[in-house]
């Protein structure tokens, strides 16, 4: 699973994308592996949308019920986002996914740093809600800065499910 904008799809707040182009990017494209989704979209937000961030904790926690997704002007999201998490964890289910290649850093979808709910550009460690969701369901995220890691995680994967395959 992968993170639509960072295939080039216009879907950032922002109308942005966030494309990052990589030599395995582009294999996994041709191997026809890549499942993308932005939950945000998929959480009925639309295409340009007021930026958000995480208030009160991590993804985890607004999952819990413990924190919120908030914009700037104090409008609570959070519904969206819970929708948008629910929505990649029932495709990751549908297709079989191990592994996701989330974008780092947004509220739905960083797995290694998340916006402290500030609104001041201020990183702190942390996971979005939908990076959260997947990994509580034991699927491996991973940034677009750990594209190697997600190699090899596929790789020791794929070598598990080949040796427990049955003889012929
Ligand atoms: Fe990209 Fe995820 Fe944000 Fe959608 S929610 S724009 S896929 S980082």
């Known amino acids: 699973m992968i993170s639509a904008c960072l295939l080039g799809q216009r879907v950032r707040f922002d109308g942005a994308a966030a494309q990052v182009e990589d030599e395995l990017l582009t294999r996994w494209i041709e191997e026809g592996r890549l499942v993308a989704i932005c939950p945000e979209v998929s959480g009925g937000l639309p295409v340009p949308r007021p930026s958000a961030e995480l208030r009160g904790g991590s993804g985890a926690d607004a999952l819990d019920g413990r924190s ?84 090899a995680a596929l790789a020791e994967l794929e070598s598990a499910l080949s040796g427990a395959a049955p003889r012929r």
Do not use: M, W
């Open 68 to 151: 919120l997704v908030v914009t700037a002007s104090n409008t609570d999201v959070s519904e969206h986002f819970l929708a948008g998490a629910r929505a990649a964890l029932e495709l990751a289910q549908r297709h079989r996914i191990r592994v996701a290649v989330l974008k780092d850093r947004s509220p739905s979808c960083g797995s290694l740093q998340i916006y402290d709910g500030s609104f001041t550009r201020t990183r702190i460690g942390g996971e979005g809600v939908t990076a959260a969701l997947l990994r509580r369901s034991g699927i491996r995220v991973f940034s677009e800065a750990e594209l190697p890691a997600a190699a």
